[in-house]
């Protein structure tokens, strides 16, 4: 649970002694001796600031023990005070309601009004592990997805805990889930037998998108049997300025459509993630994403440019001019996923896993001494793979998380993004000068061979959602087929004009995340569900003050007494709206607040 930044006012009360000119021996008390109380009120400006830090051993094993005393923050080279020091796997998240909502309505036999409860009331749910298995189909190669699939089905079988909880997702176009967030080891797994991640869905090989680029600019644009293109001196000879305008002009066209397709695809893959976070922030607390990919192109121009470098030579292409000219990058879109991201409390960990040989020239080894001496050593193959690369490492690190990289023991690499859960601080500081802008932060920690990663820049949660009006309502339960827990119905109503509508090409429409939750008074988790839902307006519909969205859902509890929880947000994390509700579950019905005689004898 992280706090949200403060900045806060304190007034202090002064006592202030006045000083008279009079001389003593007047007759008159001396004003010195008579102190005169008075209100004073002093600004001071204080700035709370927050840091993820996840701290392991040198073998990756969480650290679960840190003490205040331990940490040091340093930002911008200048001690901080130390605010406060939570380990996200022991934190408890209260889940209070909002007060200036209306009461939230039971339907009973007798149709009682039921008050949301108080936050005092329940031992607040004990933070939980939730990992979500992500595989972006959308960048990979189909001969390494299966490698994916195994190591997947290892860790789930051999690896994942009985109170953990596991999601399974398909990164294509959109946040595609196999798998719900569920204790149930056989259904990921026999989910993970099932699935086919290469039916339907290209090969993306950035290896030869570089290859295929390099040689339509080598073949059709450069002076090979063109001896006229080149540029030469009066004495016949080459002047070394480096290629024709036309020349240019042919590597600029063939290298733009490729830069625009890298440019989409990059956008795609950005807005998917985006869409999976903001729908995972329903769920409070913190959320691990293992991400199986092979990246991204964040930088599409830089990279195109370095393509046209590798068949012209450096200094015989404006490198600069051109990246400008082709003016393609996605890095507002990825910033705003990591603010998403941060506020959805959602770490990724990525697991890279393009091979070795994908840095290199190639099995042409001829063509690769060919463009070595051209250009003087550039070797695009390698530039590119460190452009994907490094749009998983600033994801993973601007989020929490860590990188890993390679295809050997990829369920051992699961098992270690899964048990960083257990290593996470939030680290709080108070700034030693709230009005400076954001120095680099330096977490120093007292203890010897340790792994600390952390974001080099303080959190201060620019990206805040909007708090919109959620009205809950719960219906009669009914048996289950085992005839021992109860299928309890939920309705959760918005208004629409309060759903942050994007058009698209069938109308108007958002996507939400919709958690609900049973908790019981001592903090255990009973039941829970996520549902992904949608909301679609067609073309020719307005949305009315007086329209509402419901959607219905249901758990399933055994008879007592229980904390309902809803959470509810878009893909987009615009908008967010959470509300409780106290209530006992009975045979044929359900009762306000909590039954002592049945909360006494669980």
């Given amino acids: 649970m992280h706090r949200a930044v403060t900045t806060f006012l304190l007034l202090l009360s002064s006592t202030v002694l006045a000083f008279s000119q009079e001389p003593s021996g007047s007759g008159k008390p001396d004003p010195r001796d008579l102190p005169i109380e008075t209100d004073v009120v002093e600004k001071v400006r204080v700035e709370l600031a927050e840091v993820r830090v996840l701290v392991t051993d040198r073998r990756g094993n969480p650290i679960t023990d840190l003490k205040p005393e331990e940490i040091r923050v340093l930002e911008g080279g200048t001690p901080q005070k130390l605010a406060y020091l939570d380990n996200v796997g022991s934190t408890r998240f209260a889940g209070a309601s909002d007060d200036s909502q209306p009461p939230a309505t039971v339907y009973t036999q007798m149709g009682e009004t039921v008050e949301a409860g108080s936050a005092e009331d329940v031992m607040p749910a004990k933070a939980m592990r939730r990992v979500i298995l992500a595989f972006d189909v959308s960048n990979s190669k189909l001969n390494i997805r299966e490698k994916w699939r195994v190591a997947a089905e290892e860790w789930v079988r051999t690896k994942m805990q009985p109170d953990d909880l596991v999601g399974v997702v398909v990164i294509r176009n959109y946040p595609l889930w196999l798998v719900d967030f569920t204790s149930d080891r056989l259904t990921v797994v026999n989910t993970l037998q099932a699935v086919s991640l290469d039916q339907g869905i290209q090969d993306r090989d950035r290896r030869r998108d570089v290859a295929r680029l390099v040689e339509d600019i080598h073949s059709l644009c450069t002076d090979l049997g063109r001896p006229n293109d080149r540029r030469q001196d009066r004495d016949g000879t080459p002047s070394?300025?480096?290629?024709?305008?036309?020349?240019?002009?042919?590597?600029?066209?063939?290298?733009?459509?490729?830069?625009?397709?890298?440019?989409?695809?990059?956008?795609?893959?950005?807005?998917?993630?985006?869409?999976?976070?903001?729908?995972?922030?329903?769920?409070?607390?913190?959320?691990?994403?293992?991400?199986?990919?092979?990246?991204?192109?964040?930088?599409?121009?830089?990279?195109?440019?370095?393509?046209?470098?590798?068949?012209?030579?450096?200094?015989k292409i404006d490198m600069a001019g051109a990246t400008w000219s082709l003016d393609r990058n996605a890095f507002h879109e990825v910033t705003q996923l990591h603010e998403?991201?941060?506020?959805?409390?959602?770490?990724?960990?990525?697991?890279?896993?393009?091979?070795?040989?994908?840095?290199?020239?190639?099995?042409?080894?001829?063509?690769?001494?060919?463009?070595?001496?051209?250009?003087?050593?550039?070797?695009?193959?390698?530039?590119?793979?460190?452009?994907?690369?490094?749009?998983?490492?600033?994801?993973?690190?601007?989020?929490?998380?860590?990188?890993?990289?390679?295809?050997?023991?990829?369920?051992?690499?699961?098992?270690?993004?899964?048990?960083?859960?257990?290593?996470?601080?939030?680290?709080?500081?108070y700034r030693a000068d709230p009005t400076a802008r954001a120095g680099k932060v330096k977490i120093q920690i007292d203890r010897s061979k340790l792994h600390v990663?952390?974001?080099?820049?303080?959190?201060?949660?620019?990206?805040?959602?909007?708090?919109?009006?959620?009205?809950?309502?719960?219906?009669?339960?009914?048996?289950?087929?085992?005839?021992?827990?109860?299928?309890?119905?939920?309705?959760?109503?918005?208004?629409?004009?309060?759903?942050?509508?994007?058009?698209?090409?069938?109308?108007?429409?958002?996507?939400?995340?919709?958690?609900?939750?049973?908790?019981?008074?001592?903090?255990?988790?009973?039941?829970?569900?996520?549902?992904?839902?949608?909301?679609?307006?067609?073309?020719?519909?307005?949305?009315?003050?007086?329209?509402?969205?419901?959607?219905?859902?249901?758990?399933?509890?055994?008879?007592?007494?229980?904390?309902?929880?809803?959470?509810?947000?878009?893909?987009?994390?615009?908008?967010?709206?959470?509300?409780?509700?106290?209530?006992?579950?009975?045979?044929?019905?359900?009762?306000?607040?909590?039954?002592?005689?049945?909360?006494?004898?669980?």
Wanted: contains cysteine; proline residues 4%.
């Fill in 240 to 315: 070394g300025k480096g290629p024709s305008v036309d020349v240019q002009s042919c590597a600029y066209g063939i290298t733009q459509a490729q830069v625009v397709q890298w440019d989409r695809e990059a956008r795609e893959t950005v807005a998917t993630m985006r869409g999976l976070t903001g729908q995972l922030a329903a769920i409070p607390g913190r959320k691990l994403v293992v991400l199986f990919s092979e990246g991204w192109v964040s930088d599409a121009a830089t990279t195109g440019s370095q393509a046209m470098v590798s068949v012209f030579g450096v200094g």
């Fill in 340 to 429: 998403t991201a941060k506020a959805a409390d959602v770490s990724f960990f990525t697991i890279d896993t393009t091979r070795g040989s994908d840095r290199g020239f190639g099995s042409n080894l001829e063509r690769g001494q060919a463009l070595s001496q051209d250009n003087a050593g550039v070797n695009v193959f390698s530039e590119m793979s460190w452009a994907t690369r490094a749009a998983m490492n600033v994801l993973a690190k601007e989020t929490g998380g860590r990188s890993f990289y390679g295809t050997k023991d990829l369920e051992d690499k699961i098992a270690a993004a899964a048990d960083s859960f257990f290593g996470y601080y939030l680290v709080g500081y």
């Fill in 453 to 602: 990663s952390y974001p080099d820049k303080p959190t201060f949660w620019p990206h805040r959602a909007n708090w919109v009006r959620l009205d809950l309502s719960v219906g009669r339960p009914a048996l289950d087929a085992s005839g021992i827990a109860h299928v309890l119905p939920l309705k959760l109503t918005m208004n629409i004009e309060d759903l942050p509508l994007r058009r698209g090409a069938g109308g108007r429409g958002a996507q939400l995340g919709v958690y609900v939750q049973a908790v019981r008074p001592d903090g255990t988790v009973v039941a829970e569900r996520l549902d992904i839902a949608t909301v679609l307006l067609d073309r020719n519909s307005k949305a009315l003050d007086d329209q509402a969205y419901e959607h219905t859902t249901e758990l399933i509890v055994p008879e007592g007494p229980y904390r309902i929880r809803t959470r509810v947000s878009d893909d987009r994390q615009e908008i967010v709206s959470e509300r409780v509700l106290d209530l006992t579950v009975k045979p044929g019905g359900v009762v306000a607040g909590f039954e002592q005689a049945h909360a006494a004898t669980e």
